[in-house]
């Protein structure tokens, strides 16, 4: 059986960036189920208004009707009363032609026609004339004539010689009723309406109430489609409201979703932010806890080296001595082999000086302390070397301004810096030392030529132990950024290869630190040795 794997955990700021996302999903679901209700409200609306339309419409034609049916039965009884005094007369004395034209004039009518048994026809006045002249239509009801809006009656007569009586009257006004209260009138006057784009029946019902939108020459239209006995109510009602809400809910939606992904990414960068210098400061502390380790280790392993091997290196040492003196005979090559044990006893006992020098604590005691009045007592002990090496050794006036440090200390710092430099440099070159004033403090910069290392041998010069020269400890720069640590300040390295210059920064504070444990046992581990 394979061993599980136990899930790691997300960081914060991937919960926090999670948790934001969820939260724009929420607010999602929230637009469409708003969307979704919108919707419903429209077709619930476009319904009930779309229903009374229906309903307006109905009691529209039933008024419609029963005005008609009342306008008919008045004209009718009139034209009748009229065909009746007519058929009087005539029975009296056969009407002629002018006489039915007074007749017409005097009871407001159009026209009255005669039609005799033997089918001849006569009007009155002569211009009053139908195209009709049977008295097939006999049956006095009235009739209308929609394109020269009259109303025409035919009348049974009941006076010898005369079979039926014609009668036309003007009805502008009821043809004109009846084309007001028509269904397509009405139907064009209900699409004028304010929010109301279109009403029109169609044949045949509809299986089903239904609410579609439409989108057309710019307008948005709810279309709604009822089944009515009249057929098939299409009503088209204005649903830009509708539509600017929507819209409205979009680039509200958009804008709070951006706003909350916006803070989602702002606040994780934060949390990822504040997570990786917690990271930071949790490596630095494990790091200062294995540079404790590691001082205290070294320190035991230096007092052990210089207890043990210095006895045994001074008698080596007085043992070449005495070689040196009592042995004239030796030949040449014996003297060189003894020459060669002497400088390599002095090497050793270098290393462990040097190695009992970078344990030791270190506790500052700061005072005024003059940079080039140091490099003036150091530069004779290394003129020598300086001139064989054909190295020019430079101190900027700024080094004469005073600045608060623990002058033995900075004493060391500066001859380890030109050593350092000067070993670096076999072939000739410079070494300029600046004083710079910075708001922090001040900035010691020493700036030499020579061969330049590589990025990887930059990124490790202050490590213990670590150098680039074929003879040396590796502790030399790894003193000097102790020093400088401990009196609060730093050490950094930088490469100009434009100019094939490497500069050493020592950046020291305006008040350091009274010298404390801490800080020698954080700075242990730290330091390295120029190429």
Request: one cysteine or more; proline letters at 5%.
């Amino acid at each position: 059986m394979g061993q599980s794997v136990k899930a790691l955990p997300l960081p914060s700021w991937a919960m926090n960036l999670a948790g934001f996302g969820l939260l724009i999903v929420l607010v999602l679901a929230v637009f469409f189920w708003q969307m979704l209700a919108l919707d419903h409200d429209l077709e619930r609306n476009t319904l009930a208004r779309s229903r009374m339309i229906a309903a307006i419409i109905e009691e529209n034609l039933r008024n419609a009707t029963l005005a008609q049916t009342t306008v008919d039965t008045v004209v009718t009884t009139l034209l009748r009363d009229k065909a009746r005094f007519v058929d009087y007369l005539y029975g009296i004395d056969p009407l002629q032609p002018e006489e039915l034209a007074a007749l017409a004039r005097e009871t407001g009518l159009l026209g009255i026609g005669l039609v005799r048994t033997d089918g001849r026809a006569s009007a009155g006045p002569e211009t009053w004339r139908t195209a009709d002249t049977t008295c097939d239509a006999a049956d006095g009801k009235v009739r209308y004539d929609q394109e020269r809006r009259t109303a025409l009656l035919v009348a049974p007569a009941t006076s010898p010689g005369l079979r039926c009586i014609r009668i036309g009257l003007n009805a502008e006004a009821i043809v004109e009723l009846q084309r007001k209260t028509s269904l397509p009138a009405l139907l064009a006057t209900l699409s004028g309406l304010p929010g109301i784009h279109f009403v029109r029946l169609e044949a045949g019902l509809a299986a089903n109430e239904a609410v579609r939108l439409l989108d057309a020459a710019g307008r948005h239209t709810a279309e709604a489609s009822l089944a009515t006995p009249m057929g098939t109510l299409v009503v088209g009602l204005d649903a830009t409201n509708h539509r600017r809400r929507i819209e409205q809910m979009r680039h509200q939606f958009f804008l709070f979703a951006a706003l909350l992904l916006g803070l989602g990414f702002f606040f994780s960068w934060l949390l990822y932010r504040a997570q990786k210098a917690d990271l930071v400061r949790t490596r630095s502390f494990e790091r200062l806890l294995a540079r404790e380790h590691e001082a205290a280790a070294l320190g035991r392993a230096t007092a052990t080296i210089a207890h043990e091997v210095r006895n045994p290196l001074n008698a080596i040492s007085m043992g070449v001595q005495r070689l040196r003196l009592e042995s004239p005979q030796l030949d040449a090559e014996q003297r060189q082999l003894i020459e060669a044990m002497a400088e390599a006893v002095q090497r050793a006992g270098t290393i462990v000086n040097e190695l009992q020098r970078f344990t030791r604590t270190l506790r500052p005691r700061p005072g005024p302390v003059v940079p080039s009045e140091l490099l003036q007592r150091l530069l004779p002990l290394y003129q020598q070397r300086c001139s064989d090496q054909g190295i020019e050794v430079t101190v900027s006036d700024s080094c004469r301004t005073a600045i608060t440090a623990d002058p033995d200390l900075i004493a060391e710092l500066l001859e380890n810096l030109l050593k350092n430099g000067i070993e670096a440099q076999p072939d000739g070159g410079l070494l300029r030392f600046d004083l710079i004033a910075t708001v922090q403090g001040t900035e010691l910069t020493v700036t030499s030529g020579g061969q330049l290392p590589s990025d990887e041998q930059i990124e490790r010069m202050g490590e213990p132990y670590f150098t680039t020269k074929t003879r040396g400890s590796g502790l030399g720069l790894a003193l000097c950024r102790r020093i400088a640590e401990a009196h609060g300040g730093s050490m950094d390295i930088a490469v100009d290869r434009q100019q094939h210059r490497l500069t050493v920064r020592i950046a020291l504070p305006r008040i350091p630190p009274s010298g404390q444990p801490g800080h020698d046992a954080q700075a242990a581990g730290q330091g390295g040795q120029a190429p």
